[in-house]
């Protein structure tokens, strides 16, 4: 991800969203709370819409 915006694929905000991403893989798949795992659910959709840009940046930059 970082890589991704020292190379200017992705801007400030776009990398602290994916960082964020990330984070919640990382803490949903230690966790067993319905509430926490319901929270984390409920940013799926934006997280896809941030990876299709991001792949479509890719894609266009042909990398």
Do not use: W
Request: aromatic content about 8%; charged content about 40%; hydrophobic content about 40%.
């Amino acid at each position: 991800m970082r890589e991704l915006f020292r190379n200017h694929y992705i801007e400030d905000k776009e990398l602290e969203r994916l960082l964020s991403m990330v984070d919640d893989r990382n803490m949903i798949v230690h966790t067993y709370n319905e509430d926490l795992a319901e929270d984390l659910f409920s940013r799926l959709g934006l997280y896809s819409k941030l990876m299709r840009k991001v792949v479509g940046k890719l894609k266009e930059a042909r990398v």
